[in-house]
Each structure stands twice: as structure tokens, then as C-alpha cells.
């Protein structure tokens, strides 16, 4: 039995491409070695019996000047500008105008009532050191009067005749009445000579005074009897009564009498 032979169909192709493979490969070859061997160029040279002159070389021109440049100067820097508030709510705002013066209000009447306080202590206590003032002049007065007293008693016990007996219901020398008012015009013109006025004066109030005279002419006491209705001017009479001692003695001695009634008016 005869054996068939089978024809490989990819022997064809293998074939052509093995071809193609080698043909490239003798192209690449063929170019790169005629590449490799291309001759060089020729060099040409000139020869010279005598080196050429060589000219100095010129000096190169100066730089020209530079110009400083100006500091610049600083900018200035721009102020903060302040943000406006924004404006309150017009209820916001006339709540707090009311509170503000209500605030303002009452700070004026605490300050109102703290002055009157003061005031009214001040009073107060100027109105006791006068009190005190006079109740120790009183006293004072009546400490006198007293020792006084008592000291004419005995001297007038020591003048008058052991044998002498005490005279009663003898009438008092009757005394001129031209010359008892030129006496007391006399204190009167003295002591108004020492009186302070208060500022504050108004009218012309009249003031009557007991005062009680040493035969020295020295007052004793002085008491008031009939006020002007200023307690101020009052005792600025009573000072100036006290400040005159000793007052003017009459010309003549009949005259003299320990207690006397002396009316004041500022503006006679």
C-alpha cells in the first residue's frame, strides 16, 4: 500500500518571509558600512614669511555713570478707618435717653438731700455752740453779778456807822431827765461804735437791754428783754454791750444808776 504525502500549507509563507527578512537585513548592512567609510574633507593652509603687524587693542570706553537711584520714598500708611456703629434700633435708643436721665435725675436729688442734710447738721450744730455760748456767758454773768454783789454789800456794810440805823421807805432822789438821757445817749453812741451788723440785714428792728453797772462804770450782766426777732443781731448787741466795758460815767454823780433799760435800733 503507497503512502500519501501531505503538503504543509504554511511553508509558503514561512519561505517568503525568511526572504523578506534576509533582503532587509543586506540593505542595513550595505548602508551602514558605506556610512562608516566616507572620506574626509580636505584642510587648506596658509603660510606667511613675516607675522602682520598686531594693533594694540583699543581701550574700551568707560562705563557710563550710573545714577543713584532715589530712597523711594515710604508710602504712607493709610489710617484705620473707624467702622461706623451701627444705629441702634430708634426703641433701644429712646430707652436708653430715658434711663440715662432718669440716672442723671436721681444722682441730683441724692446730691440735693446730702447737701440739705449737711446744711441742716451745720445749722444745728452752729445753733448749739451759740446756746452753749451764751448759757456759759449767763453764767458767767451771773457769777459776776454775785461776786459783786457781794462785795459792795460789804463794803457798804464797812462805810456805813455801826450806830446808823437802816433806812426804809426813803424815795429816791428824783434825778433830771435831760441829764439821764444825755448818759445813755452816750452808751448808746459807744456801743454802736462796736457793733458788727449781720449782711443780711432787713428793716430797722429794735432791741431793748437791761444792763447792770458797777459804780466803775463796768457792766455787770446784760439781759434781754425785748428781741428784735434776729437772733444774730440780738447777740451782736449783747456783744458789742460787753465789748464797750467800762462805759461812760455821768458828768454829774446823782446821775450814775447800776440798771439801766438801753434800746438799740441799727439804723438810727
Known amino acids: ?42 584642510v587648506m593652509a596658509e ?17 557710563p555713570a550710573i545714577e543713584p537711584k532715589p530712597a523711594p520714598k515710604p508710602e504712607p ?22 434711663k440715662r436721665k432718669d440716672e442723671a435725675e436721681k444722682k441730683q436729688r ?13 445749722a444745728k450744730t452752729e445753733a448749739e455752740r451759740r446756746e452753749k455760748e451764751a448759757a456759759d456767758r449767763r453764767a458767767e454773768q451771773a457769777s459776776e453779778r454775785k461776786r459783786v454783789q457781794d462785795q459792795l454789800a460789804r463794803e457798804l ?23 439821764l438821757a444825755g448818759w445813755t445817749d452816750q452808751i448808746s453812741a459807744k456801743v454802736k461804735a462796736n457793733i458788727v451788723l449781720p449782711p443780711d ?19 455787770q450782766s446784760v439781759r434781754l428783754v425785748r428781741s428784735s426777732g434776729n437772733r444774730v443781731l440780738d447777740d451782736a448787741w449783747e456783744r458789742a454791750i460787753l465789748k464797750s466795758s467800762p462805759l461812760p460815767r455821768p458828768a ?3 446821775v450814775f444808776r ?3 433799760r438801753l434800746v438799740f435800733r441799727p439804723r438810727d
Open 1 to 42: 500500500m503507497q503512502a500519501v504525502q501531505r503538503r504543509d500549507p504554511g511553508a509558503t509563507a514561512s519561505a517568503v518571509l525568511a526572504l523578506t527578512v534576509h533582503a532587509m537585513l543586506f540593505v542595513v548592512l550595505f548602508f551602514g558600512i558605506r556610512w562608516r567609510t566616507k572620506q574626509p574633507e580636505p
Open 47 to 63: 603660510l606667511w614669511s613675516q607675522l602682520p603687524a598686531i594693533e594694540a587693542p583699543r581701550p574700551a570706553p568707560p562705563p
Open 77 to 98: 500708611r493709610p489710617e484705620p478707618k473707624a467702622e461706623p456703629k451701627p444705629a441702634p434700633k430708634p426703641d433701644i435708643a429712646i430707652e436708653q435717653e430715658k
Open 110 to 122: 441724692e446730691e440735693a438731700e446730702k447737701k440739705k442734710r449737711e446744711d441742716e447738721l451745720k
Open 157 to 179: 456794810a464797812t462805810a456805813a456807822p455801826k450806830s446808823a440805823a437802816p433806812a426804809t421807805g426813803v424815795p429816791a432822789p428824783a434825778v433830771d431827765p435831760n441829764a
Open 201 to 219: 440785714l432787713v428793716g430797722n428792728p429794735e432791741a431793748a437791754f437791761d444792763v447792770f453797772l458797777l459804780p466803775t462804770g463796768e457792766v
Open 252 to 254: 454829774r454823780a446823782e
Open 258 to 260: 447800776r440798771d439801766l
